[in-house]
């Protein structure tokens, strides 16, 4: 089984400039996250999807970033424009979400930003 | 809302010595509590979770974790720690019947030969 794939798998830019990663999560997983892990500390949930419907962006700083999910399956999170704050690693994350609360979330490699 | 301590920020231990890595946990009744690992360059990876039952919970890798409501707590163990487990663990809380996962700041592991 295929895991939850994430690109670009690095990259650098400068203030102000826009970027996008893009995750494409496990065949059959309903329930999508993205996460930023600041170094030194743990992920923080910025979205999470429930098929192609938004379930929690309460922390998705959402004058900068900006996350979709078309047809329910693959997803897109933008920042625009960057912040030097942003340099982090961007984490997808897929469920099954056979029921809430107790699905295994499964992480994809990250996205590692550099904002110069 | 619930949050998650985790006090050692770096750990170092001999291989073959056993290790434990300690996390408390905040909120208001019993929550799902879980541990992953995250080796260099790679996604998080669970070890282990407590949803209900047994509080003493068997993992991957030979992991285990024991979850003591007196004391909020949920710690990790392992009887003989290998060079291949330096890696960062992270403990995770989630609100009973809510999938928002609230992750600690990590430990970090250390193995010396």
């Known amino acids: 089984e295929a895991g939850v794939a994430q690109s670009p798998r690095y990259k650098i830019i400068e203030k102000r400039q826009s970027v996008a990663f893009w995750c494409n999560p496990i065949s059959g997983h309903a329930t999508l996250y993205w996460y930023q892990q600041i170094l030194g500390q743990g992920p923080k949930l910025l979205i999470q999807?429930?098929?192609?419907?938004?379930?929690?962006d309460s922390q998705l700083p959402k004058d900068r970033f900006s996350a979709e999910r078309l047809k329910g399956v693959d997803s897109t999170l933008k920042i625009q424009p960057a912040k030097l704050e942003d340099s982090a690693v961007y984490l997808c994350?897929?469920?099954?979400?056979?029921?809430?609360?107790?699905?295994?979330?499964?992480f994809g490699p990250g996205t590692r930003l550099t904002v110069l | 809302a619930q949050s998650v301590t985790q006090p050692d920020i770096h750990i170092t231990v001999s291989e073959g010595a056993s290790l434990e890595l300690r996390c408390n946990y905040s909120?208001?009744?019993?929550?799902?509590l879980f541990w992953y690992v995250q080796s260099p360059g790679q996604g998080l990876q669970l070890l282990l979770k407590y949803f209900s039952g047994d509080t003493l919970v068997q993992g991957i890798k030979g992991f285990e974790a024991e979850f003591k409501r007196s004391q909020s707590s949920f710690n990790l163990r392992k009887p003989s720690v290998h060079w291949s487990d330096a890696a960062e663990y992270f403990c995770?809380?989630?609100?009973?019947?809510?999938?928002?996962?609230?992750f600690g700041t990590g430990t970090k592991l250390q193995v010396i030969p």
């Open positions: 999807f429930q098929n192609n419907g938004v379930v929690d």
């Open positions: 995770a809380v989630a609100a009973r019947g809510y999938q928002k996962v609230t």
């Open positions: 994350a897929s469920s099954l979400a056979t029921s809430a609360g107790t699905d295994t979330q499964y």
């Open positions: 909120y208001g009744a019993t929550p799902y």
